[in-house]
């Protein structure tokens, strides 16, 4: 019967040693009953897993238990094949084991099957596993996000293709005072109160930022808001662009916004500022015209008033003198000459002061001008007052320049006129009863020249004059400023400052070095200088 | 040359002016045969012959107008585009002589037709020496118009 059975079968003696295996014992191991008899099937064992099986057999041998137990057994090909062991004792009537019979039961496709299910389920549960992690690593993604979306200042809106909202931050939501609509977006200008700049015209839908993202469109407009969420309207920039999936196709769009209502009353604070101070200048300058109108309604009665009577002092006092001198006794005539010369003197003033004014008014007329030929002509004006000197001039070859002819030649008259009158000392040694005189003083000598100094043309009149101390030289260009004693050098004290007020029409510059006893040197120029930083020989009569 | 040919009209307002003037003129005999207008109006009833100077002709008219600019009534600009804008009057020498060297009032002047302008010197020399000049210029180097001439030319008007 145990030979028709489809297990493996045996039978051991009480000691465990197998006395009977069935013919699939034999047909499987490949094995004879003289190889297995005893304990020799130990060889059909793998030799890893033999001691646990020794150990529970002998075990179940000591304590008369049934044994069971799963181990590989030898097949006859050499390859191993696992089976389910079980080892019942039988008992004689007194409860000895009188023998044990064994059945090995092949369990190998069973096992297999377990293997493949358990593999399974561990390729299930690791699974499992990763999508857990990448759930967990897409929440803090989402969170990250989040909270990124959310300390925005900015607010950020993103919708998909069909225009529903996906994304509306914590920023968009103060900033709108409403969170993100279900509406169709033809509702959305309504429903958030957008209007265009003008602040009554409701924002086109089409022209709405996110949506002409969808579009593929790039944008950042200006927008006006007012709802009833908001207490008063704010204004807005928003720059939109198209959202775009993994291939670059768009799927959607995304407006970020921020509240630039202050930045907008700023710059209309500014605007106003400006248009304010635009509006004073107007003012001002035309306040400045009426003021100018009124100094030359002054030049113009200063001019016709001051000189008539100047003009009447003068001629009545000549014709005492000339019609009753005879008359009169020396002191009389004395006090007459004082008049005059003081008549003389004033209406000098007066030209003069005009003169200086109407630099001040008159626009520049600026033009290409012979340095040389106006040079000459204030010589040539001069003639009379170095009658009967000896006065050399050394003007030099200039160039031709632009700049108010008029003008330029009042600064040389001026310059030349005081060249020649403070170098009036200066009496020369030739051809007079001085000739034997021990130490000859030289003659007055008077040049005109000019030289470059960083790129910019710098006119000189230089003369071996009285000279002054530099001292005093800041008073030089003030007006009615006057370096030397009227018995001395006669003047006015305006001429300098006529010429610092031409030159520095013409956007130059006039400085003057000089030595007590030795001699004067002006300077000017006729351009601005190129130059912040200028260096200057001496001081600097600049512009106020 | 009679009596009723007068060779200068002075338009001059102020006293002491005129006096300077009358006095330069006369140191040159040439006063005897002036006419002093003391404002613009009386300076153009003279010259047009009208008002008190009704009786007056204008077949002797001044062979030189000696013209200030600041005057009552009617100013020197005014006297001076009226003398220039009349056919009787246009060809009388109009010298301008004022205390102004304003260029709006050269300008003006030389464009209303003045013959000269001459800013009155300060210096009583001068101012001599200039009137002198001005009144010898005028009356006996200058040519005047012939007075047919003028007459040929108001008759063809």
């Given amino acids: 019967m145990a030979n028709g059975i489809e297990q493996l079968a045996w039978m051991a003696e009480a000691d465990g040693s197998i006395s009977?295996?069935?013919?699939?014992?034999?047909?499987?191991?490949?094995?004879?009953?003289?190889?297995?008899?005893?304990?020799?099937?130990?060889?059909?064992?793998?030799?890893?897993?033999?001691?646990?099986?020794?150990?529970?057999?002998?075990?179940?041998?000591?304590?008369?238990?049934p044994f069971g137990m799963e181990f590989p057994l030898r097949g006859a090909d050499g390859s191993f094949r696992a089976f389910l062991t079980r080892v019942m004792p039988v008992k004689d009537p007194h409860g000895r084991v009188v023998r044990w019979f064994g059945t090995n039961t092949d369990i190998s496709e069973r096992k297999q099957a377990e293997e493949r299910l358990a593999g399974q389920a561990e390729e299930l549960a690791r699974q499992a596993e990763e999508l857990a992690r990448s759930r967990q690593e897409l929440e803090t993604q989402t969170l990250m996000l989040q909270s990124v979306l959310d300390s925005m200042t900015e607010g950020l809106a993103a919708v998909d293709e069909q225009g529903k909202f996906v994304i509306w931050n914590v920023a968009a939501e103060k900033i709108l005072g409403m969170g993100a609509t279900d509406l169709p977006s033809p509702e959305w200008t309504g429903h958030y109160g957008l209007f265009l700049p003008d602040t009554v015209t409701p924002f086109p839908t089409e022209q709405l930022p996110v949506l002409r993202a969808i579009r593929g469109e790039v944008s950042t407009t200006e927008m006006f808001v007012r709802n009833h969420?908001?207490?008063?309207?704010?204004?807005?920039?928003?720059?939109?662009?198209?959202?775009?999936?993994?291939?670059?196709?768009?799927?959607?769009?995304v407006a970020a916004f921020r509240d630039i209502t202050k930045r907008k009353a700023d710059e209309r604070e500014i605007r106003k500022l400006t248009d304010e101070l635009e509006h004073r200048v107007v003012e001002?300058?035309?306040?400045?015209?009426?003021?100018?109108?009124?100094?030359?309604a002054f030049s113009y009665s200063v001019s016709h008033d001051l000189r008539a009577p100047l003009r009447h002092i003068g001629g009545f006092s000549k014709m005492l003198v000339e019609e009753f001198g005879s008359t009169l006794d020396p002191t009389a005539q004395h006090y007459l000459d004082r008049i005059q010369s003081g008549t003389q003197k004033m209406g000098m003033l007066v030209d003069e002061l005009l003169s200086l004014a109407r630099v001040g008014r008159q626009a520049l007329n600026r033009q290409p001008a012979r340095l040389n030929a106006i040079v000459a002509e204030v010589i040539a004006i001069l003639q009379p007052e170095r009658e009967g000197r000896?006065?050399?001039?050394?003007?030099?070859?200039?160039?031709?320049?632009?700049?108010?002819?008029?003008?330029?030649?009042?600064?040389?008259?001026?310059?030349?006129?005081?060249?020649?009158?403070?170098?009036?000392?200066?009496?020369?040694?030739?051809?007079?009863?001085?000739a034997e005189t021990p130490a000859p003083t030289p003659c007055a000598v008077i040049e005109v020249s000019h030289?470059?100094?960083?790129?910019?043309?710098?006119?000189m009149v230089r003369d071996n004059g009285v000279g002054f101390n530099m001292k005093y030289v800041d008073k030089l260009f003030g007006v009615f400023q006057r370096l030397h004693r009227a018995e001395d050098f006669e003047g006015t004290g305006i001429g300098l400052a006529t010429v610092q007020r031409i030159v520095q029409k013409h956007g130059g510059r006039v400085w003057a070095d000089a030595e007590l006893g030795k001699g004067a040197t002006f300077y000017f120029t006729l351009t601005a200088a190129k130059q912040i930083e200028s260096k200057s020989n001496g001081a600097t009569a600049g512009g106020q | 040359m009679n009596s009723e040919e007068l060779a200068i009209l002075l338009v001059e307002d102020n006293q002491d002016d005129m006096d300077l003037a009358l006095h330069a003129l006369r140191r040159e005999n040439l006063a005897n045969r002036i006419f002093v207008a003391r404002d613009g109006e009386e300076a153009l009833d003279f010259l047009f012959c009208r008002g008190t100077f009704g009786h007056r002709s204008f077949d002797h008219p001044p062979k030189l107008v000696l013209l200030d600019l600041k005057l009552p009534k009617v100013d020197g600009m005014e006297v001076l585009r009226q003398i220039k804008s009349e056919a009787r009057t246009k060809t009388i020498?109009?010298?301008?002589?004022?205390?102004?060297?304003?260029?709006?009032?050269?300008?003006?002047?030389?464009?209303?037709?003045?013959?000269?302008?001459?800013?009155?010197?300060?210096?009583?020399?001068?101012f001599r020496e200039t009137v002198k000049n001005v009144g010898l210029y005028w009356l006996v180097t200058n040519q005047p118009v012939p007075t047919n001439g003028v007459h040929e030319t108001v008759a063809r008007r």
Avoid at chain 1, 284 to 296: F, H
């Fill in chain 1, 20 to 65: 009977w295996y069935n013919q699939r014992w034999y047909e499987y191991t490949g094995t004879t009953l003289e190889q297995m008899q005893g304990w020799g099937w130990q060889s059909v064992y793998d030799p890893e897993v033999l001691p646990r099986v020794l150990e529970g057999w002998k075990d179940a041998i000591a304590t008369a238990k």
């Fill in chain 1, 284 to 296: 001002r300058t035309a306040q400045l015209e009426t003021a100018n109108k009124e100094l030359e």
């Fill in chain 2, 93 to 126: 020498p109009v010298v301008i002589m004022t205390s102004s060297k304003e260029e709006r009032d050269l300008v003006a002047g030389y464009t209303l037709g003045a013959n000269s302008y001459i800013q009155k010197p300060v210096d009583f020399d001068q």
């Fill in chain 1, 390 to 434: 000896s006065v050399e001039w050394v003007v030099a070859d200039l160039p031709v320049v632009e700049c108010d002819p008029v003008l330029v030649k009042q600064v040389f008259q001026n310059l030349l006129a005081n060249a020649l009158k403070f170098t009036r000392p200066r009496v020369g040694t030739d051809g007079s009863a001085q």
């Fill in chain 1, 229 to 253: 969420e908001m207490a008063e309207g704010i204004w807005i920039e928003v720059s939109s662009g198209p959202r775009k999936n993994g291939d670059g196709v768009v799927c959607g769009g």
């Fill in chain 1, 451 to 459: 030289k470059e100094d960083e790129g910019q043309l710098v006119f």
